[in-house]
């Protein structure tokens, strides 16, 4: 038999553009292009030529005076354009509000995106989550209670493939161990919700459920709360008011034909 065909080669100028993009993304208005440079280790010539081609193009922007980078309009185009084709998001946006109303705590619904949690629509419960919490803002699966019920969907093998190899650290609670997070992550598969404790945000407690319209689950529900609202009975009642929503939304999104 001939062999199979083989992965057409890795354009280098498209990757670091995209890691470029990625990185800035990641921390928007703190880096300048040699910062870039030293962080991803490109020669500074070639860098600044892609920053000043995405800058060209819509997709940076650079600071007047300070020269930090921050992402350009162009990618809030392309952003809607993906909202606007996710067919679940109609309905997942009714099932955060219902849940906000029924529990009291800021929602969200997200999608595992590789190693990271997309935020694709939060309800909020008051003014001060809004400053963290955005539709479009990606963070480590591993420091989110979204994230962590999303891995449990996944076997052990499948985990280790979506990870770095090096776990970030966004608190002083982020679980960087990886026996630390497999047990957390044990722990979501076996009860069907997960709990994070200030891991991803000091002063906040998330829950999270796992969506089941697709197998294994790419979207999940959260809740967060204040970490002294998040006693143990509030934190049950919380995951159970989850489970229900999450139910209702299944049950939904399967009738509806949405995958």
Avoid: N
């Avoid at 990641?26 to 995405?54: C, E, F």
């Avoid at 997200?110 to 963070?139: C, E, K, P, Q």
């Avoid at 996944?154 to 047990?183: K, M, S």
């Amino acid at each position: 038999m001939p062999d199979a065909p083989s992965a057409p080669p890795a354009v280098k100028s498209a990757e670091r553009t995209l890691e470029i993009l990625q990185t800035v993304a990641r921390w928007p208005g703190q880096l300048t292009a040699p910062d870039l440079a030293r962080h991803l280790g490109y020669p500074r010539s070639s860098l600044h030529a892609l920053v000043r081609t995405l800058e060209s193009g819509g997709w940076l922007h650079q600071e007047p005076g300070t020269g930090r980078l921050r992402v350009g309009a162009q990618a809030l185009v392309s952003g809607s354009a993906y909202l606007d084709g996710e067919t679940v998001l109609p309905y997942a946006q009714d099932a955060v509000e219902e849940v906000r109303t029924r529990t009291g705590h800021t929602s969200h619904y997200a999608r595992l995106v590789g190693g990271d949690v997309l935020y694709l629509t939060t309800r909020y419960a008051s003014t001060r989550d809004t400053d963290t919490f955005r539709v479009g803002r990606s963070l480590p699966a591993t420091a989110t209670a979204l994230g962590q019920v999303l891995l449990a969907e996944r076997t052990d093998d499948e985990v280790r493939t979506l990870l770095p190899a090096t776990l970030p650290q966004l608190t002083e609670h982020t679980l960087t161990d990886p026996a630390a997070l497999a047990t957390a992550v044990e722990q979501a598969r076996s009860r069907g919700w997960a709990v994070e404790r200030e891991q991803s945000r000091a002063g906040r407690v998330c829950v999270a459920v796992a969506v089941h319209h697709r197998i294994p689950a790419t979207d999940a529900i959260s809740c967060a709360m204040d970490a002294e609202q998040a006693t143990e009975t509030e934190v049950r009642r919380t995951a159970e008011e989850l489970v229900a929503a999450r139910d209702r939304l299944t049950a939904t999104l399967r009738r509806e034909g949405v995958r």
